[in-house]
């Protein structure tokens, strides 16, 4: 069975405001708890900054000011300070990890290989940095926060489309003062590409990586069944 055969849902919002989308991500949250339910969100975000877990408001915002031009607010995913800005691909994939046999490392693996490889398509090589994320040649493109809730993930991506990234100055980006970031239509290869577009071919390279994840796991599987008892135990 492949995961385009489950009960696999994607939808793309548009233009969003961050507290209807973290209430309505607590409500999908649930729904695919203990389920092999996938549903994933896309969207833009309304100006808004965010602060992660290790995110320090006196550390990560550089304009102390910034909360009279834009909202700043404290969110449980992982990571420090990140900007959203309406031009910005916003991807948010929830599943059970647990009922999928899927570590968090490997959830995060899956996501930066598919976001690479959508990049890739428009002729946009990037490569994963020390801080999570992906990078080009020219700067941090895409950004990833996640949180793991009961074996639920939540949060996500956020790929630089087409926004201004000069706005990024407010804030130390990943705990990095003047971090140097790209955007993909500053390649002509991805000239009017829509964040739609970007978002449902997004969603193929997602499923394309679970697929490849799925088939290992059953293929590991499939090869310790054929075992002797004993013998799966002491490799355990």
């Not at 492949?2 to 409500?27: H, M, P, R, V």
């Not at 946009?124 to 996640?146: C, D, H, N, R, V």
């Not at 991805?190 to 799925?214: K, P, T």
Request: net charge negative; with cysteine; glycine share 8%.
């Amino acid at each position: 069975m492949s995961y385009t055969d489950l009960n696999f849902k994607s939808e793309f919002k548009g233009l969003s405001d961050y507290q209807d989308i973290s209430a309505q991500q607590l409500g999908q949250a649930d729904a695919v708890r203990g389920t092999k339910d996938i549903h994933v969100m896309g969207l833009e975000f309304h100006p808004v900054i965010t602060l992660g877990v290790r995110g320090n408001r006196d550390h990560d915002i550089a304009q102390p000011d910034i909360d009279s031009k834009i909202p700043v607010v404290q969110t449980d995913r992982g990571g420090q300070a990140t900007m959203h800005v309406p031009g910005q691909l916003v991807i948010y994939p929830m599943m059970d990890l647990k009922t999928y046999a899927i570590g968090v490392r490997d959830f995060v693996c899956i996501v930066t290989k598919a976001t690479s490889a959508v990049l890739k398509k428009y002729g946009i090589e990037s490569i994963s940095g020390e801080a999570p994320g992906l990078y080009t040649a020219a700067g941090k493109i895409a950004f990833l926060g996640i949180r793991l809730d009961r074996g639920v993930v939540r949060h996500g991506l956020a790929i630089n489309v087409c926004n201004d990234v000069s706005i990024f100055s407010a804030i130390r980006s990943c705990g990095v003062s003047a971090a140097t970031l790209d955007k993909v239509q500053s390649y002509e290869s991805a000239s009017g590409l829509s964040l739609e577009s970007l978002f449902n071919d997004w969603i193929i390279e997602f499923q394309r990586e679970l697929d490849l994840v799925q088939r290992a796991i059953n293929e590991i599987c499939s090869l310790q069944s054929a075992k002797d008892p004993l013998t799966i135990v002491a490799n355990h």
